[in-house]
C-alpha cells in the first residue's frame, strides 16, 4: 500500500509545500461513527452501572461508586438500555466494516502492531514522556502508536465479547464461561471501559500535541506540513 | 507516487473528502427529539428480534452445584409493588383460558400432579446482580400439553395477584427449563417469592419471571406484553 504524496503549489505565493495521503476514507469514517458510538455506550453504559453500581452480592449490596447522573445517558435504566442495545449495532458494524477493509486493503500493515515493533517501544516511551531523542521512524507510524491502535481494537473486540456474554449468558454460556460466568463478565466489560477511556484520554492529548494539520488529515485524508 | 498541485485545486479536493463524512452527521438524528423515541424503539426491537433467532429450544441453560447456591436469605425479593399481595391460599386457582382444549380453573394440587423438576439455576435482573437459586415446580411444556395448548399459539401470558402481568414467546415457554415454579429451595414458596405459583425461566431475564400467577392465557395475539416492558424495556429479552 503506497502512500500518496503530493506537492502543492501556492497560488499566490508559489511556495510548495508537501501532502501526505494518510488515512483512506472507510478508516475516516468508521473512525467518526465510532467515535459517536463509544460516547453513547460509555455513557449509557454508566447509567445502566447507576442501577447496580457494584460487582459484589445483591444482599448485602455495597456500591463500589456513586457515578453522577450528569455524566450519563438515558436518564433512567430502561432509557439507557435502549441506546446501549440501538448502538451495539452501529459499533459491532463499525468494527466488522473497519477490520474488514484493514485486511482487504492490506492497509493493516500500518498500524497492526508486530514483533518488530517491539524493540522501538522504550525509546518512543523515553521520547513521549522522558523528554528523551525522537527516534527515527520510516513508516507512517511509530512503535508505540502502532502499539496504541492494536490495543484500542483489541479492547473493542473484547468490549463487544464481553458484552455478549453479559446480554446472552445462556445462548453463549461458553463465552461467559471462558470469562468465569455471567457476575465477572460484567467485571471485564466494566474494566474493559475504563481501558478504553484511557487510549481516548491518550489519544486526545496526542491530538492536542500534534496539531492542527494532523487533525485536519483524520477529516480529509490528507496532512500538509513536514 | 509523487504528484504536484496547487493550493486552489487541493483546497477543492479536501472538501470533497469532508463531505464523504456526512454519513456520520445521520447519526445526529439521535439528538432530535421527535426521531429519537422511534429511532431507539427501532433499535430495541432490532435486539429483540435478533434475541429470538438467537434463541435455540435445545440448549439449556447452566445448571450449578448445590454450594454454588445464593443462601436463601440473600436472594432478593423483588416486587414492583408490594412484596405479599395477601393471597388467599385456600380460595387460589390459577385460571386458563385462550387457545387451549381444557380452560378453566386449576387448583395447586391438580398442578403439582405433574412431575416435578428441581433445578439449580441462574436469576439475572436487569439491574446487573445475579444469584443461584433452587427451583422447584412442573414444566411449563408439561402443562401446556396438559390443558391441550395449541400447538401453533405464539403467546404466553400471565396475569398476577399483585396486578403484575406478563408474557412470553412459546419456543421459551416450551424450553424444558421452564417451570412454574411452587418451590424454592426445597420448601414450598414464601409469599415474597410469589407464592403459590411463579414462573421460573433461566432463560430469561428476571422481570419475565412474574410471582403470584392468578390467570394463564395461551393466545396467537398479544394483547399486552408486560408491566416492565411497557414502560420501555426489552419485550424479548432472552439471556
Same mark, same amino acid.
Given at each position: 500500500?503506497?502512500?500518496?504524496?503530493?506537492?502543492?503549489?501556492?497560488?499566490?505565493?508559489?511556495?510548495?509545500?508537501?501532502?501526505?495521503?494518510?488515512?483512506?476514507?472507510?478508516?475516516?469514517?468508521?473512525?467518526?461513527?465510532?467515535?459517536?458510538?463509544?460516547?453513547?455506550?460509555? /455513557?449509557?453504559?454508566?447509567?445502566?452501572?447507576?442501577?447496580?453500581?457494584?460487582?459484589?452480592?445483591?444482599?448485602?449490596?455495597?456500591?463500589?461508586?456513586?457515578?453522577?447522573?450528569?455524566?450519563?445517558?438515558?436518564?433512567?435504566?430502561?432509557?439507557?438500555?435502549?441506546?446501549?442495545?440501538?448502538?451495539?449495532?452501529?459499533?459491532?458494524?463499525?468494527?466488522?466494516?473497519?477490520?474488514?477493509?484493514?485486511?482487504?486493503?492490506?492497509?493493516?500493515?500500518?498500524?497492526?502492531?508486530?514483533?518488530?515493533?517491539?524493540?522501538?517501544?522504550?525509546?518512543?516511551?523515553?521520547?513521549?514522556?522522558?523528554?528523551?531523542?525522537?527516534?527515527?521512524?520510516?513508516?507512517?507510524?511509530?512503535?508505540?502508536?502502532?502499539?496504541?491502535?492494536?490495543?484500542?481494537? /483489541?479492547?473493542?473486540?473484547?468490549?463487544?465479547?464481553?458484552?455478549?456474554?453479559?446480554?446472552?449468558?445462556?445462548?453463549?454460556?461458553?463465552?461467559?464461561?471462558?470469562?468465569?460466568?455471567?457476575?465477572?463478565?460484567?467485571?471485564?466489560?466494566?474494566?474493559?471501559?475504563?481501558?478504553?477511556?484511557?487510549?481516548?484520554?491518550?489519544?486526545?492529548?496526542?491530538?492536542?500535541?500534534?496539531?492542527?494539520?494532523?487533525?485536519?488529515?483524520?477529516?480529509?485524508?490528507?496532512?500538509?506540513?513536514? | 507516487?509523487?504528484?504536484?498541485?496547487?493550493?486552489?485545486?487541493?483546497?477543492?479536493?479536501?472538501?470533497?473528502?469532508?463531505?464523504?463524512?456526512?454519513?456520520?452527521?445521520?447519526?445526529?438524528?439521535?439528538?432530535?427529539?421527535?426521531?429519537?423515541?422511534?429511532?431507539?424503539?427501532?433499535?430495541?426491537?432490532? !435486539?429483540?428480534?435478533?434475541?429470538?433467532?438467537?434463541?435455540? !429450544?435445545?440448549?439449556?441453560?447452566?445448571?450449578?452445584?448445590?454450594?454454588?447456591?445464593?443462601?436463601?436469605?440473600?436472594?432478593?425479593?423483588?416486587?414492583?409493588?408490594?412484596?405479599?399481595?395477601?393471597?388467599?391460599?385456600?380460595?387460589?386457582?390459577?385460571?386458563? !383460558?385462550?387457545?387451549?382444549?381444557?380452560?378453566?380453573?386449576?387448583?395447586?394440587?391438580?398442578?403439582?400432579?405433574?412431575?416435578?423438576?428441581?433445578?439449580?439455576?441462574?436469576?439475572?435482573?436487569?439491574?446487573?446482580?445475579?444469584?443461584?437459586?433452587?427451583?422447584?415446580?412442573?414444566?411449563?411444556?408439561?402443562?401446556?400439553?396438559?390443558?391441550?395448548?395449541?400447538?401453533?399459539?405464539?403467546?404466553?401470558?400471565?396475569?398476577?395477584?399483585?396486578?403484575?402481568?406478563?408474557?412470553?414467546?412459546?419456543?421459551?415457554?416450551?424450553?424444558?427449563?421452564?417451570?412454574?415454579?411452587?418451590?424454592?429451595?426445597?420448601?414450598?414458596?414464601?409469599?415474597?417469592?410469589?407464592?403459590?405459583?411463579?414462573? !421460573?425461566?433461566?432463560?430469561?431475564?428476571?422481570?419475565?419471571?412474574?410471582?403470584?400467577?392468578?390467570?394463564?392465557?395461551?393466545?396467537?395475539?398479544?394483547?399486552?406484553?408486560?408491566?416492565?416492558?411497557?414502560?420501555?424495556?426489552?419485550?424479548?429479552?432472552?439471556?
Amino acid at each position: 500500500m503506497a502512500t500518496r504524496a503530493m506537492a502543492i503549489e501556492d497560488v499566490k505565493t508559489g511556495e510548495v509545500t508537501q501532502a501526505v495521503y494518510e488515512h483512506p476514507f472507510v478508516v475516516r469514517l468508521c473512525h467518526w461513527v465510532n467515535a459517536v458510538s463509544l460516547f453513547v455506550m460509555v /455513557g449509557s453504559g454508566f447509567q445502566i452501572f447507576r442501577a447496580f453500581p457494584s460487582f459484589g452480592a445483591k444482599i448485602p449490596q455495597k456500591d463500589l461508586l456513586d457515578w453522577p447522573k450528569a455524566l450519563a445517558l438515558g436518564g433512567w435504566l430502561g432509557g439507557a438500555l435502549q441506546w446501549h442495545l440501538t448502538f451495539m449495532w452501529i459499533y459491532i458494524a463499525t468494527g466488522l466494516v473497519y477490520i474488514g477493509y484493514q485486511i482487504f486493503s492490506g492497509n493493516y500493515k500500518q498500524v497492526l502492531f508486530v514483533r518488530h515493533d517491539l524493540p522501538g517501544v522504550l525509546p518512543m516511551v523515553r521520547h513521549y514522556f522522558f523528554f528523551g531523542p525522537k527516534p527515527l521512524t520510516k513508516e507512517a507510524y511509530n512503535p508505540l502508536q502502532k502499539h496504541a491502535y492494536t490495543s484500542a481494537i /483489541g479492547l473493542g473486540v473484547l468490549s463487544v465479547l464481553t458484552g455478549l456474554a453479559i446480554w446472552k449468558p445462556v445462548q453463549f454460556s461458553w463465552l461467559a464461561w471462558m470469562m468465569g460466568g455471567f457476575h465477572l463478565a460484567r467485571l471485564w466489560h466494566f474494566l474493559i471501559m475504563w481501558a478504553m477511556l484511557a487510549f481516548v484520554f491518550g489519544h486526545l492529548v496526542m491530538v492536542v500535541l500534534h496539531g492542527w494539520n494532523n487533525f485536519v488529515s483524520m477529516l480529509t485524508g490528507w496532512k500538509k506540513g513536514p | 507516487m509523487n504528484s504536484r498541485t496547487d493550493s486552489r485545486k487541493f483546497k477543492t479536493m479536501n472538501r470533497r473528502e469532508l463531505l464523504k463524512l456526512t454519513p456520520v452527521v445521520a447519526l445526529g438524528a439521535f439528538a432530535i427529539p421527535q426521531l429519537q423515541k422511534p429511532l431507539l424503539k427501532g433499535g430495541l426491537s432490532f !435486539s429483540d428480534w435478533t434475541s429470538a433467532r438467537l434463541f435455540r !429450544s435445545g440448549h439449556l441453560a447452566p445448571t450449578f452445584a448445590d454450594s454454588d447456591l445464593t443462601p436463601f436469605e440473600k436472594f432478593p425479593i423483588n416486587g414492583y409493588d408490594v412484596d405479599d399481595p395477601e393471597v388467599d391460599f385456600d380460595k387460589w386457582t390459577l385460571t386458563v !383460558s385462550g387457545s387451549v382444549q381444557k380452560p378453566g380453573d386449576y387448583t395447586l394440587a391438580q398442578i403439582q400432579a405433574l412431575p416435578k423438576v428441581t433445578q439449580n439455576t441462574r436469576h439475572v435482573c436487569v439491574e446487573g446482580w445475579d444469584v443461584i437459586g433452587r427451583f422447584g415446580g412442573m414444566r411449563l411444556s408439561d402443562f401446556l400439553k396438559s390443558i391441550g395448548a395449541d400447538p401453533t399459539a405464539r403467546f404466553v401470558s400471565v396475569e398476577c395477584a399483585d396486578d403484575y402481568y406478563e408474557s412470553i414467546d412459546i419456543a421459551t415457554a416450551m424450553h424444558p427449563q421452564s417451570l412454574l415454579c411452587y418451590e424454592m429451595y426445597g420448601q414450598p414458596l414464601t409469599r415474597e417469592h410469589g407464592a403459590p405459583l411463579r414462573l !421460573s425461566i433461566p432463560t430469561k431475564i428476571g422481570y419475565k419471571q412474574a410471582k403470584y400467577l392468578t390467570d394463564l392465557k395461551v393466545s396467537h395475539v398479544l394483547e399486552k406484553v408486560g408491566y416492565w416492558e411497557d414502560q420501555g424495556y426489552s419485550e424479548f429479552y432472552g439471556l
